[in-house]
């Protein structure tokens, strides 16, 4: 393995140690307060799920948290440091709609190594190693473009597990997809956890935090409702909004500073 990448069958930090923690991060766009001043601790070697309404800012969090957009205030550390570069070079990011490139699918899974300086016969061996996990070894000539929804996503999850990284962020890597193609992203999922890798999963299906899940993040208006282990709060949520989600029913908060962040509505 080239010694740009990090090794998780090495990493030996402790399993409840925090890999990620954000303080006071608030995002604003158009006038509006987003995300309005959320802490957070992405605890290493768990899986850390993310549920909230549409709109309660889930997507724009994980791609602050990623490092993908800056935060108007607040911090994000990475082991203690700021996130830097190199920091966001041990993460990865499956997006809800994928990304591919404009190559087949072996070209996209190999650009994700090569820009990470892997060549030679430890890129071949990669390769083939995660054609064979994503089950994706019969499309691998195939224009990415061309795939299916599922192994689209199944592309998506490979090309982010190919480089090992320490934390992966999946923002809805099932949404749309059939059974089928759903379990496979999990398993794929449950793989990486088992290999050591910390998740923050963005989801809507609670049988899926359920099953993958160790703490819960519950989301409501850009601000943290609610934490606590998983079962905990799908079973007895105590705030109102993830009570009122949970539910199914509506809950429509009074209007507090969060809602504008200067002289606004
Ligand atoms: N660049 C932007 N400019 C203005 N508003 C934005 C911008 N990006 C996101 N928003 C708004 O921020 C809010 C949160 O968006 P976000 O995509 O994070 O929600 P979400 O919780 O991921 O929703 P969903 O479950 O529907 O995916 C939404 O109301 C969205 O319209």
Known sequence: MSDKLIDIRNYTSSPSAPLLTARGLCFDAGGQRLINKVDLNVAAGRCTVIMGANGSGKSL??????????????????????LDRAGRQ????????????????????????SVRGVRGEERRAR???????????????????????????????????????RLLFLDEPTASLDPASSLAIENLIQGARENGTTIVLVTHDAGQARRLGDDLVFLHAGRI??????KRV?????????????????????KTETDSIKNGV
């Open 90 to 113: 041990q993460q990865a990011m499956v997006f809800q709609r994928p990304v591919m490139l404009r190559r087949s699918v072996a070209a996209n899974l190999r650009f994700a190594l």
């Open 61 to 82: 969090l994980l791609r602050l948290l990623h490092g993908l957009i800056r935060p108007e205030e607040g911090t994000i550390n990475w082991e203690g440091q700021p």
């Open 234 to 254: 799908l079973d007895a949520p105590r705030s109102e909004a993830a009570q009122a989600w949970l539910g199914g029913r509506l809950f429509v908060p009074e």
């Open 225 to 230: 409702a609610e934490t606590g282990p998983i």
């Open 127 to 165: 390769e083939a190693e995660t054609l064979a996990l994503a089950r994706l070894e019969t499309l691998k000539d195939k224009p990415a473009r061309v795939l299916s929804g599922g192994e689209q996503q199944r592309l998506a999850m490979a090309r982010a597990l190919i480089c090992a990284p």
